[in-house]
Structures are given as C-alpha cells and as structure tokens.
C-alpha cells in the first residue's frame, strides 16, 4: 500500500458525484445537503458569501472529492490546503504516518499539500467546477456563493518562487489553463443530460477562482518575514490577505496554566516556541501598519487565528518527536488570543478564526463578529462532512455584515471557554472505545455498547423500542439477557456507555436510566407475562444470594429448572443490599428484582447457611452454583492504629441509617468505586465536617469509575492526592507525598514516595483496600484451588468437582455486577446444555441513523433514542472519518447489512479511521480494498482485488494473503460473499474503478 495519493481526472469525480446522488441522494457520503438563502449572503472581499463556514487548510481541503463533500454539507467559505516551495515526494519523506490522531483533542504531524503544487492547483481548479455544479444542477445555491481561500507558505522566498508564483496568478484567474478549459468542456458536452445546469450556465463559471490568501508561517518565524509576506501579497499581488496566527502570541505562562487548569496537565510544551515565535508587542504594531496598508489599496486585511499548536509526544501518539494540537484543547487558547486582539484594536481588527470551532459554539463565535469560521478536527470525528449541515443551520440569519467585532461578547466567550464541558479534559482519561477483536472484512458493523456489555445486552433493540414509547416491548427484550433490571438500572458502572459511539460527539446515549425508565413502566407488565419454562427435571441449588446467585437463578428458573437459593443473610441482594449506600440504591428497588425470581418459582431461603457441597449433593440437587462472593474482608495495618475496614463501615452505615458517631474529620484511603461510597456515606454522617480522599496517584488514575468520582466530588469530598499513608499518630493521618512517574504499558503513571510528608486531621481513618475470595470455604468443600487460592475452573466455570460451578466475586475478586451475571449466564447454560436467550435484536431504520449522524446533541427531555446512532444497523465510522472518502459503503443486494470497502488510490495514509474503528484494527490496512491496477497491488499487503476486465468481470485477488484470479463463474477459495461485493463494485459502482 502506498501512502500517495491519486488524483482522479474530472470526469471520473462527475460520473462519481451524479450517480451516486441520482441513486441515493448523497454525493461522497455525505446524505444531507444543505440549501443556502440566497437573501442571507453576506459579502467579503467584495465577493458573496452564502455561510461563512468551510473546512479549515488540512486535510479536508486537499483533494476536489474533499471539497465537493464539504459544499453539499454545508461548507461555502474554503480554506485550500497550503501550498510551498517544498512539495510531493520531498514533502511526503518528511510525514510520518499516521499522522492524524483525532479521537479526543486532535493532533497531527503533517503540514501542508502532499500533493505536487501543480497537482493541488487542478485539484482546486476541478474542486471549482464541480461546486459550481452542484450549485446549480442540486439547488443547493448560487454558482457564485462560494470562495476559494488559497493558503501559501512559509517565507517570502518560497512564495516568490516561479512554482508558487504560478499558482497564485493561476488561481486567480484560471480561464486559459488546461484544467480550467478540460472540465468546461466536459460539462458542454454534457449539458444535454442536466436537469437545471445550461450551457449558458457553464460558460457563466468564472475563471477568477481566488482573490484571497491566508499566510501561513512555520513557527520561528521572523516578524520582519511575516510582515513582507504580506506587503508582497498586498502591494504586488493585489490580493485581500489574512495573516495566520499562533496561539504562542498569549505567552507560555498564560497556555500552560489555562490548559492545566482545563485538565490537560499531561500536553507536554516548553518555553521555545513562545520565545521564538511572533511576540505579542511585535504584533499589534505590524498588524496596524498591515491595517494602513490594505486600507490604502482597496483590499481587506486581517488575522486568521489560530495555527496549530506544536506540543510534545509524550505517549506514542503519532511517529513523530513534536505534533500539532487542535480541536478541543485549542479552543480557549485561541478564542482567548481572539478577544485579546480584538479589544487591542478597539473591534477593527477582521478576523478569521479556526480551533477548536464545533456546532456548540460556532454560533457565538460569529455572533460575536468573528467569521468566516473554518473547521477540521470536529469534521475528523464520527459524522465527519456531515457535521457542517448543522454548523451551517446554526449560522443562518445569525451572522450580520461585518462592521467590527462585538469586544464585550468576545470576552465573554473565552472567559466561558475554559470551563465549557465541551472543552476541558475529563476526570478520567476516555476509555478505549475498541474491542479486542479483529475488523472482518465483510458485515463488520457492530454496537460497541453490546460488545462492552458483558451479558451482551441487546442495546439498540431496546434503545429503539423506548424511544417510540413501547416499554413493554422494551422491557421484554431487556429481560431476555438482563436478570436484574433495576439492580443494573440504577447501580451499573454501565461500560456500555464508555464505548458509545456518541463519546466522539458529545456524551454517550444514557442507556443505564433508560433500562431504568423502561423496567419502572412496564414492571407489572413484565411481572404478570415472565413465565417459567416448561420443566427440565434438573433440580440446582445457588448458594449464595448476591446478584450473580439472583442472575444464576432467574436463568435457570426461566429455562425449567427447579432452583433453591441459600442465603445467610435475611434478604437477597449481597453487597448491593449491605454494603451499597442506601442513597444509591435501597432495597425496595433491589425487592422488584428479586420479585422475578419469585414468579419464576425459584425456592429463596434467606437467614439460611447453605449445607455444604456434598450435603446438597446428597439432597438431590443436581448442580450446585456457588455465589459466595468475596466476603474475607483485608486490613491496612499502619503504625498507630488499624483503619476501619469499608465494608464494615458501609454495613453499619446501612443498617443504623447514616447516624455513626465518627468524628468530624475522616480520611478514606483509596481511589475505587468502594472509596467513593464509603467518602460519600461519611459526609452524611452527624458532626462530619470534613471527609478527605487520599491516595497516592492523582484522580486521572484513580481506578474508580467517572461518574463514582465526580458524584464524590460534587457531595464535597475532599481529594488529598499524590499522598501515600505511613502512620496514625495525635488524631493526625501521617501521609508521605508521592510524585508521578513514566507511564507504564497501561498508560498509569509510575509513583514514588519523597521524604516530605503531609499531615491530614483524622478522627476516624477507613480504608477501602478490596476483598478476597474465601479460599478456606472453598477448601472446607474440596474445590481445587490456583495459586493465588481461587478455584479453578474450566471455561464453562465448571470446578473439579462434576456440577459444581463458582461465578461472582467469589471467583476472582470483587468486580462488577453485570460481570457477574455473564458469569451466571455460562453457568446456567453449563447446567442446562444450552443457551438461556435467544437473539432479540432487529436492524434499526437506516434512514433515521443517517438523519442523526453528523448532529451534536445532548442529553434532554426527548428520548434518549434520538440520539442512539443505532451502531449494529449503521456503523460506517471509517466512511465518515476519512477526509478523502476512501472508505466507501455499498450496498450488496442479498446483503442485509451494508458493507465497507477501502479504496486504495484515494488513501494517503493518514490514520484517522484507526481512531475510530470499534474493533482493534485499522480499515485503511483491514478491510478489502479496491486496487486500482495490480502493480498498486503488489506495493500492498491489504486483501483486496483489482478489477481486470471491467466488461466480463474478472479480478485478481488477495484473500487471506494468497493470491487468486477470479471470475464470477468460478470463485475458487475466495467466499461468495467477497465475489459479491466485487461484482457490485463492478456493476453498480464502476466509477470507482479507474479507467485502464
């Protein structure tokens, strides 16, 4: 595979764009187009302006296909990838790849067109006509309601160069160049096949492409450069000029204490490039002179902020020593450099702003006066192109002319800026949103939230069925997997929703309160129609009656099985009724889970110590469940007292409601999710007045969960970290600071202790240090038992013991709750031979998921299903991410989900669909892949084929790493599914296959 991209002949991007709009009403994947008012054009650079929104210079204004899907989105305003001196193969030696990294804030490590220069000028000159197209043919505007922004760098030699200096004469008029006059008569001689577009409309394009640049500069560069940069492009070129500023302008005290204080302490960046690059006091000075300047001759000036930021690589983020930081960490930086230029000169100082901009708040930044606004990090994230419609929707009749910059509002937004939700870092580092597995090449959209799930929980189905108010349906198809819905409703740590899809929007899809809402109004339903299956004359005793002993039960009751549950306790519930504080979940709750069991049959005998493993085998139970849990509680010895163990404290919380004489001021050692409640139940107890978390990490690597955290955090807890206990002494919690490390293979900081220490008022110290499994109950029983004193157990958790299974904590520590009930599931089928649940998803309506995609939008008081972007139905992340549409979706009749190929000539190697791709693979190395000729083939390892003979269908193939000839007559080794695919390339999409 090569990482150089092709540029496909004008033709090839009409045929592409009109067949794929006349057959399914999208052009590059793009499924909803925006239509501009005419009446609402503003004017810059004496030019019409139909939304002052487009793609930013980077990677979605490289190639003509890029900028074809930017228009029909929404994009009117676009800032051309930057052109220099150094070009094609030279430029591309010096991109590492992968070089965009976008699944949080963003980073890159490119710099401007890969492309040759003459290359890129075509592209731009095609990219012109084909808007011009659309314009008119699709209603989407007028043919002169668009600009073109050309982007130059980097010094004043470079620009002047012949090469440069023909691009710019010739984008500023193209009329006599081949490209210009090529794709004119193209759309001549195709005139006759145009519904609106007339020939009358084709000769009516202009051939004044551009009157407009950006000025581009590396950082270091000199004022006096910069400013003679300008002066040229002004005085000689004629041309209306914005200079590109760097966020550095704001000093380095300024960045590093707005970015820690937005939680990204760990972006790494020292003094060098604030000192090197343009000073602030440079600046405003050239700028006025600049101001004169252009006033002088007619022409409009002003400032694009911001470039990108240059920051460290720290943690193997990309293959490159230094890397760009944009999207949401830039955001206050250069909304901040903004307000500060904008009060400088008093509101007349034009600027054109880029970083960090997205549809939450385009709005206010062009409502201030601040426009055109270009984009590209948010446009790199799932919805991709299709993010523009709704930028561009936000911004109808909300920009006004411009007549200076409204000062006060600017300062507003970044004063909001640096605590906007949006923006900062989360508590918690994100979780990786991929599964473990391998990306298939065929049918390889998948639910992340399902797969997360340990039961598998049919998300979407239920998702879909709520949002269109059938709670019964909904909650049946919860039941089918979920033993315990109000249990998991109310208390899971809801992993599914830490690999939403919706985490690269905004928030994940609120599927915990959902399954909550739907189990609260169809509960007596689903009470009255759960019924037990017919009778499999199996009889299972479940010794213990925790959540996972409640899973194992209501399992097997409802496959026939004949079930007794021993509890010793006098309710069911385990920890979640001991131990969980009752302002998280109390136990009527926990009683409506534990009323399925009972219409299901199952023999509960609570207060009831469970007989041993052969006494209940000599009672006549066929299998035994043990669901013991993690009940041997561990102890922190220090030096001048023992701690309270937690558990014992949240039990005594629990069954004395709260009122525990402990003092005012207790320490909780810990940083998991049972430190959290145990912090959270202190503060509620009489004369607390202090309640102080220490642990020897920060909160980014605590191991609770975010939302444990933060509900922590909002009840007043106080966080004491980088603090490792030594001794209690005096009513003192003697604690040693620590300081954080390398990060190790886990991405957690190392730690190590200094010889200073801290002192933390302690009249009661508690200590959540986990639990362990009972391995003497196991021994008293003759289980076999690991080295580590947990039983050992086969795949089906099956002892050495014959119908002796362990699930839960009990195994292999304390986890969590739907951990346990998947452990429960395999027991269960274990006992009966086969499966507990059957399959109760269905597709979603793809129509409804494409009009969600592209739309930010957070949680509110519609059903959280119109937010569900329906992944298991529509998945296509690696389609929407690419800036080149090199991951292509097609429809394959006989197929019922749509399918994924990668198109290699289109693909340079950029790395973004890695980001977002749900399993642990990359779909521009991953998936089948269209070649277009077969030496491309041979430069590749990729399975995929090229096409050899368009008319009879026949293909050379790589399927498995070997190599193959196929025809459609006779596949050999390749699957049929494959051929296909191939075939409808072939037949239905043959413009994606290059002429030969």
Same mark, same amino acid.
């Given at each position: 595979?090569?990482?150089?991209?092709?540029?496909?002949?004008?033709?090839?991007?009409?045929?592409?764009?009109?067949?794929?709009?006349?057959?399914?009403?999208?052009?590059?994947?793009?499924?909803?187009?925006?239509?501009?008012?005419?009446?609402?054009?503003?004017?810059? @650079?004496?030019?019409?302006?139909?939304?002052?929104?487009?793609?930013?210079? =980077?990677?979605?204004?490289?190639?003509?296909?890029?900028?074809?899907?930017?228009?029909?989105?929404?994009?009117?305003?676009?800032?051309?990838?930057?052109?220099?001196?150094?070009?094609?193969?030279?430029?591309?030696?010096?991109?590492?790849?992968?070089?965009?990294?976008?699944?949080?804030?963003?980073?890159?490590?490119?710099?401007?067109?890969?492309?040759?220069?003459?290359?890129?000028?075509?592209?731009?000159?095609?990219?012109?006509?084909?808007?011009?197209?659309?314009?008119?043919? %699709?209603?989407?505007?007028?043919?002169?309601?668009?600009? @073109?922004?050309?982007?130059?760098?980097?010094?004043?030699?470079?620009?002047?160069? &012949?090469?440069?200096?023909? @691009?710019?004469?010739?984008?500023?008029?193209?009329?006599? /160049?081949?490209?210009?006059?090529?794709?004119?008569?193209?759309?001549?001689?195709?005139?006759?096949?145009?519904?609106?577009?007339?020939?009358?409309?084709?000769?009516?394009?202009?051939?004044?492409?551009?009157?407009?640049?950006?000025?581009?500069?590396?950082?270091?560069?000199?004022?006096?450069?910069?400013?003679?940069?300008?002066?040229?492009?002004?005085?000689?070129?004629?041309?209306?000029?914005?200079?590109?500023?760097?966020?550095?302008?704001?000093?380095?005290?300024?960045?590093?204490?707005?970015?820690?204080?937005?939680?990204?302490?760990?972006?790494?960046?020292?003094?060098?490039?604030?000192?090197?690059?343009?000073?602030?006091?440079?600046?405003?000075?050239?700028?006025?002179?600049?101001?004169?300047?252009?006033?002088?001759?007619?022409?409009?000036?002003?400032?694009?902020?911001?470039?990108?930021?240059?920051?460290? *690589?720290?943690?193997?983020?990309?293959?490159?020593?230094?890397?760009?930081?944009?999207?949401?960490?830039?955001?206050?930086? +250069?909304?901040?450099?903004?307000?500060?230029?904008?009060?400088?000169?008093?509101?007349?100082?034009?600027?054109?702003?880029?970083?960090?901009?997205?549809?939450?708040?385009?709005?206010?930044?062009?409502?201030?006066?601040?426009?055109?606004?270009?984009?590209?990090?948010?446009?790199?994230?799932?919805?991709?192109?299709?993010?523009?419609?709704?930028?561009?929707?936000?911004?109808?009749?909300?920009?006004?002319?411009?007549?200076?910059?409204?000062?006060?509002?600017?300062?507003?937004? #970044?004063?909001?800026?640096?605590?906007?939700?949006?923006?900062?870092?989360?508590?918690?580092? &994100?979780?990786?949103?991929?599964?473990?597995?391998?990306?298939?090449?065929?049918?390889?959209?998948?639910?992340?939230?399902?797969?997360?799930?340990?039961?598998?929980?049919?998300?979407?189905?239920?998702?879909?069925?709520?949002?269109?108010?059938?709670?019964?349906?909904?909650?049946?198809?919860?039941?089918?997997?979920?033993?315990?819905? @109000?249990?998991?409703?109310?208390?899971?740590?809801? =992993?599914?929703?830490?690999?939403?899809?919706?985490?690269?929007?905004? +928030?994940?899809?609120?599927?915990?309160?959902?399954?909550?809402?739907?189990?609260?109004?169809?509960?007596?339903?689903?009470?009255?129609?759960?019924?037990?299956?017919?009778?499999?004359?199996?009889?299972?005793?479940?010794?213990?009656?925790?959540?996972?002993?409640?899973?194992?039960?209501?399992?097997?009751?409802?496959?026939?099985?004949?079930?007794?549950?021993?509890?010793?306790?006098?309710?069911?519930? =385990?920890?979640?009724?001991?131990?969980?504080?009752?302002?998280?979940?109390?136990?009527?709750?926990?009683?409506?889970?534990?009323?399925?069991?009972?219409?299901?049959?199952?023999?509960?005998?609570?207060?009831?110590?469970?007989?041993?493993?052969?006494?209940?085998?000599?009672?006549?139970?066929?299998?035994?469940?043990? #669901?013991?849990?993690? %009940?041997?509680?561990?102890?922190?010895?220090?030096?001048?007292?023992?701690? *309270?163990?937690?558990?014992?404290?949240?039990?005594?919380?629990?069954?004395?409601?709260?009122?525990?004489?402990?003092?005012?001021?207790?320490?909780?050692?810990?940083?998991?999710?049972?430190?959290?409640?145990?912090?959270?139940?202190?503060?509620?107890?009489?004369?607390?007045?202090?309640?102080?978390?220490?642990?020897?990490?920060?909160k980014r690597y605590m191991p609770a969960d975010e939302h444990e955290l933060l509900q922590a955090v909002e009840d007043g807890v106080k966080f004491r970290e980088l603090l490792a206990p030594e001794r209690i002494e005096e009513g003192m919690l003697v604690c040693k600071k620590t300081v954080l490390g390398a990060l190790d293979?886990?991405?957690? #900081?190392?730690? /190590?202790?200094?010889?200073?220490?801290?002192?933390?008022?302690?009249?009661?110290?508690?200590?959540?240090?986990?639990?362990?499994?009972?391995?003497?109950? %196991?021994?008293?029983?003759?289980?076999?038992?690991?080295?580590?004193?947990?039983?050992?157990?086969?795949?089906?958790?099956?002892?050495?013991?014959?119908?002796?299974? *362990?699930?839960?904590? =009990?195994?292999?520590?304390?986890?969590?709750?739907?951990?346990?009930?998947?452990?429960?599931?395999?027991?269960?089928?274990?006992?009966?031979?086969?499966?507990?649940?059957?399959?109760?998803?269905?597709?979603?309506?793809?129509?409804?998921?494409?009009?969600?995609?592209?739309?930010?939008?957070?949680?509110?008081?519609?059903?959280?299903?119109?937010?569900?972007?329906?992944?298991?139905?529509?998945?296509?992340?690696?389609?929407?991410?690419?800036?080149?549409?090199?991951?292509?979706?097609?429809?394959?009749?006989?197929?019922?989900?749509?399918? *994924?190929?990668?198109?290699?000539?289109?693909?340079?190697?950029?790395?973004?669909?890695?980001?977002?791709?749900? %399993?642990?693979? #990359?779909?521009?190395?991953?998936?089948? /892949?269209?070649?277009?000729?077969?030496?491309?083939?041979?430069?590749?390892?990729?399975?995929?084929?090229?096409?050899?003979?368009?008319? /009879?269908?026949?293909?050379?193939?790589?399927?498995?790493?070997?190599?193959?000839?196929?025809?459609?007559?006779?596949?050999?080794?390749?699957?049929?599914?494959?051929?296909?695919?191939m075939e409808t390339v072939r037949r239905d999409y043959p413009y994606l296959v290059p002429a030969k």
């Open positions: 595979m090569s990482d150089k991209m092709t540029c496909m002949p004008f033709s090839q991007l009409m045929e592409w764009i009109r067949s794929e709009h006349d057959k399914s009403g999208t052009v590059f994947g793009v499924h909803r187009p925006y239509h501009a008012d005419a009446d609402r054009s503003l004017m810059i @650079f004496g030019r019409k302006l139909e939304t002052p929104l487009g793609p930013a210079a =980077g990677p979605n204004s490289q190639l003509a296909q890029n900028i074809a899907a930017s228009y029909y989105a929404g994009a009117r305003f676009f800032e051309l990838k930057t052109v220099q001196i150094m070009d094609g193969d030279e430029l591309a030696a010096c991109v590492n790849k992968p070089c965009i990294k976008a699944d949080d804030e963003c980073y890159n490590c490119e710099w401007s067109t890969e492309l040759y220069v003459p290359q890129a000028q075509d592209e731009y000159i095609k990219a012109w006509f084909l808007l011009s197209f659309m314009a008119r043919e %699709y209603g989407l505007g007028g043919m002169d309601g668009f600009q @073109f922004n050309i982007s130059v760098g980097y010094d004043l030699a470079g620009i002047r160069s &012949p090469k440069i200096d023909s @691009f710019i004469e010739n984008m500023k008029h193209a009329g006599h /160049t081949d490209t210009f006059r090529e794709c004119r008569q193209y759309l001549l001689e195709h005139a006759s096949e145009f519904t609106r577009m007339t020939e009358e409309d084709i000769c009516n394009i202009s051939p004044d492409i551009c009157n407009s640049a950006t000025i581009s500069t590396l950082h270091g560069c000199p004022p006096q450069e910069i400013e003679s940069i300008a002066d040229y492009l002004l005085k000689e070129k004629g041309m209306h000029t914005f200079i590109k500023c760097n966020p550095t302008l704001l000093g380095y005290d300024f960045a590093r204490q707005t970015l820690d204080k937005m939680g990204y302490d760990y972006v790494a960046f020292g003094r060098f490039h604030f000192e090197d690059d343009l000073q602030y006091e440079d600046a405003v000075p050239m700028l006025e002179r600049l101001m004169e300047l252009s006033e002088g001759l007619g022409l409009e000036f002003g400032v694009k902020i911001t470039n990108t930021f240059p920051v460290d *690589v720290k943690a193997g983020e990309l293959p490159s020593d230094e890397m760009y930081m944009s999207g949401k960490s830039l955001y206050p930086l +250069s909304i901040s450099l903004a307000a500060k230029l904008s009060g400088a000169f008093d509101s007349r100082l034009r600027i054109a702003y880029s970083g960090g901009a997205d549809a939450f708040n385009i709005g206010r930044i062009a409502g201030c006066g601040v426009w055109p606004v270009t984009v590209a990090t948010t446009i790199l994230k799932p919805g991709g192109y299709q993010r523009l419609l709704q930028m561009a929707e936000a911004l109808d009749g909300r920009v006004k002319p411009f007549g200076g910059i409204d000062v006060a509002a600017l300062d507003d937004t #970044a004063k909001v800026a640096v605590c906007d939700r949006h923006h900062t870092k989360s508590a918690k580092m &994100p979780v990786s949103g991929k599964s473990s597995e391998k990306v298939p090449l065929l049918d390889c959209f998948t639910a992340p939230c399902e797969d997360a799930c340990p039961i598998h929980q049919e998300v979407p189905a239920y998702m879909k069925l709520s949002g269109e108010g059938k709670y019964e349906e909904a909650m049946q198809v919860i039941l089918n997997k979920n033993a315990l819905p @109000f249990i998991t409703g109310t208390i899971c740590a809801h =992993g599914c929703m830490s690999r939403c899809t919706r985490n690269f929007y905004e +928030s994940p899809v609120q599927i915990r309160d959902t399954k909550l809402f739907c189990a609260e109004k169809a509960y007596e339903a689903a009470l009255s129609t759960l019924e037990r299956g017919e009778s499999l004359s199996r009889r299972t005793a479940v010794v213990g009656g925790g959540p996972s002993g409640m899973a194992a039960a209501y399992y097997l009751a409802r496959a026939g099985a004949e079930v007794t549950i021993f509890e010793k306790r006098p309710v069911l519930g =385990g920890i979640v009724s001991s131990v969980i504080p009752d302002f998280r979940i109390d136990d009527k709750v926990i009683a409506k889970d534990v009323s399925f069991l009972k219409k299901l049959g199952v023999d509960i005998r609570c207060d009831t110590e469970a007989p041993s493993v052969s006494e209940l085998k000599d009672m006549g139970y066929d299998s035994v469940i043990l #669901a013991v849990g993690a %009940y041997k509680r561990s102890s922190l010895a220090l030096p001048g007292g023992e701690p *309270v163990n937690a558990l014992a404290f949240l039990e005594r919380f629990n069954e004395q409601k709260g009122k525990l004489p402990i003092g005012r001021n207790v320490v909780v050692i810990g940083g998991g999710n049972t430190a959290m409640d145990t912090a959270r139940a202190a503060m509620r107890c009489p004369g607390v007045e202090h309640v102080y978390l220490v642990y020897r990490r920060t293979a886990s991405g957690r #900081a190392g730690v /190590t202790e200094t010889e200073e220490t801290e002192k933390i008022p302690a009249d009661t110290v508690i200590a959540a240090v986990g639990e362990k499994v009972p391995t003497e109950y %196991y021994e008293a029983n003759g289980i076999s038992l690991d080295e580590k004193g947990r039983p050992r157990v086969d795949s089906r958790l099956g002892t050495n013991i014959p119908g002796v299974y *362990v699930i839960g904590d =009990g195994l292999y520590g304390p986890s969590l709750v739907v951990k346990g009930m998947a452990q429960a599931m395999t027991a269960a089928e274990a006992v009966i031979g086969g499966p507990v649940a059957d399959s109760m998803g269905s597709p979603a309506e793809k129509a409804g998921i494409y009009a969600r995609k592209g739309i930010l939008r957070e949680p509110s008081e519609e059903p959280e299903a119109e937010r569900c972007l329906g992944c298991s139905t529509v998945c296509e992340n690696c389609v929407d991410v690419c800036p080149n549409r090199a991951n292509i979706s097609l429809h394959v009749p006989g197929m019922e989900k749509e399918q *994924v190929i990668h198109v290699d000539y289109m693909c340079n190697e950029c790395g973004n669909c890695r980001s977002f791709c749900p %399993y642990d693979s #990359a779909p521009y190395l991953d998936k089948f /892949t269209l070649f277009a000729k077969e030496a491309d083939m041979e430069e590749s390892s990729n399975d995929g084929f090229t096409v050899t003979d368009m008319e /009879t269908g026949l293909y050379r193939v790589r399927y498995l790493g070997e190599m193959h000839m196929v025809d459609a007559e006779d596949a050999g080794e390749v699957p049929e599914g494959v051929v296909r695919l």
